[in-house]
C-alpha cells in the first residue's frame, strides 16, 4: 500500500485558518523524507493515479499537494495522532535539512510534531517575512501562533507583540489593533507604553469607539505636556489661548534639521488628535 499522500495530509487542518492556503511540499523532500532511491518513483505513481500532482512557483521550483481537497480531508481524517506525530517528526526532519525551508511549513510541521518551543521560533521568523512583504493579514496570525506557543526572551516577546499589533492595523482590524497595542503597552518602557496607547486610541476612534478612543489619547497628550478639552467650552478656550499666543511670539522661526525625540513625540501625538478627532 502505497501511503505517501499521509505526508501532506496532517497539514491539513493547520491551513484552514486561510482559505486561499494548500498544504504543498518541495518535490525534493519525498527522497529525504523517506530515506529511499524509489522516493520519486513513488511519486509518479501517485501521479498516475490523480492522488497528487505536481505545480510549479514563480521560481521555477517543484510542489507536491494533493490533487484534490477532499483527498487530504479524507487521508487526513483517517490519521491517529500518534502515526501523524511520527509523520510531522520525518517531515520536520528534511525540512530542517533544507536550508532554504519554508519558515512556514516547517512552524507548523513542528507544531504537529509537538515541538511548541521549535515551532514558535519557526513560526516568529515566518511572521516577520510576512511582515515584511506586506502580508500583514498572514503575520497577524503567524505572530499569534508564535506567542500562544513559545518562550522568549523578554526583548523578543515585548517585539512580537508589538509587531502583531502594527500587523493587525494594518491589515484593518482596528479593535483588534487597538486590544493587541494595550496589551503590549502594559510590558513596554515608559516612553514606549505612551506611544503604544496612542497608537490603541488612534485604533480604537477609527473603528468609532469614541469613548475608549478619547480616553487613551488624553493619556498620551498627558505624557507629552498637553490635554484634550472635556467640552465645546474648553476647545474654545484653548483655541483662543493658542491663537493668542502665536500671535505675541510671531510666526518667525528658526529652521531646524533635527528635532529631539521628545519634540518628535509631541509632535506625532498632536497629529494623531488632529487626524482622529477633527476630520
Same mark, same amino acid.
Given at each position: ?7 501532506? +495530509? ?8 486561510? &482559505? +486561499?492556503?494548500?498544504? /504543498?511540499?518541495? !518535490? ?7 530515506? @529511499? ?13 490523480? @492522488?497528487? /500532482?505536481?505545480?510549479?512557483?514563480? %521560481?521555477?521550483? /517543484? ?13 487526513? =481524517? ?58 500583514? %493579514? #498572514? ?13 522568549? &526572551? ?11 499589533? %502594527?500587523?493587525? !492595523? ?17 510590558? !513596554? ?22 469613548? /475608549? ?9 498627558? =505624557? ?54 477633527? #476630520?
Amino acid at each position: 500500500a502505497i501511503d505517501t499522500p499521509t505526508l501532506i +495530509c496532517p497539514l491539513h487542518r493547520h491551513f484552514a485558518f486561510d &482559505p +486561499c492556503s494548500r498544504p /504543498r511540499l518541495p !518535490a525534493h523532500l519525498f527522497g529525504v523524507f523517506w530515506r @529511499l532511491a524509489d522516493g520519486h518513483a513513488q511519486l509518479d505513481q501517485l501521479r498516475s493515479e490523480q @492522488l497528487v /500532482r505536481i505545480s510549479l512557483d514563480e %521560481e521555477g521550483g /517543484r510542489s507536491v499537494e494533493c490533487y484534490h481537497s477532499k483527498i487530504r480531508e479524507h487521508v487526513a =481524517s483517517t490519521l491517529d495522532p500518534l502515526h501523524t506525530r511520527e509523520l510531522a517528526l520525518g517531515l520536520s526532519r528534511a525540512l530542517l535539512a533544507d536550508p532554504d525551508s519554508n519558515p512556514e511549513l516547517l512552524a507548523r510541521a513542528l507544531e504537529l510534531a509537538e515541538v511548541p518551543q521549535d515551532a514558535a521560533i519557526y513560526a516568529a521568523r515566518a511572521a516577520d517575512a510576512a511582515f515584511a512583504a506586506l502580508a500583514f %493579514e #498572514r503575520a497577524a496570525n503567524l505572530y499569534t501562533r508564535a506567542l500562544e506557543r513559545g518562550q522568549f &526572551p523578554p526583548a523578543r516577546r515585548q517585539a512580537l507583540r508589538v509587531n502583531k499589533a %502594527e500587523a493587525l !492595523a494594518h491589515a484593518g482590524h482596528g479593535e483588534r489593533a487597538a486590544e493587541a497595542f494595550v496589551a503590549a503597552a502594559a510590558g !513596554a518602557s515608559a516612553e514606549q507604553a505612551d506611544e503604544l496607547t496612542r497608537k490603541a486610541g488612534e485604533q480604537y476612534l477609527m473603528t468609532g469607539d469614541l469613548e /475608549r478612543g478619547r480616553v487613551l489619547l488624553a493619556k498620551a497628550l498627558r =505624557s507629552v505636556g498637553h490635554s484634550l478639552p472635556l467640552n465645546l467650552a474648553a476647545t474654545l478656550a484653548s483655541v483662543t489661548w493658542w491663537r493668542s499666543r502665536m500671535r505675541l511670539r510671531s510666526f518667525v522661526f528658526t529652521p531646524r534639521i533635527e528635532h529631539d525625540r521628545a519634540t518628535l513625540r509631541e509632535l506625532e501625538s498632536l497629529r494623531t488628535v488632529t487626524y482622529c478627532l477633527v #476630520r
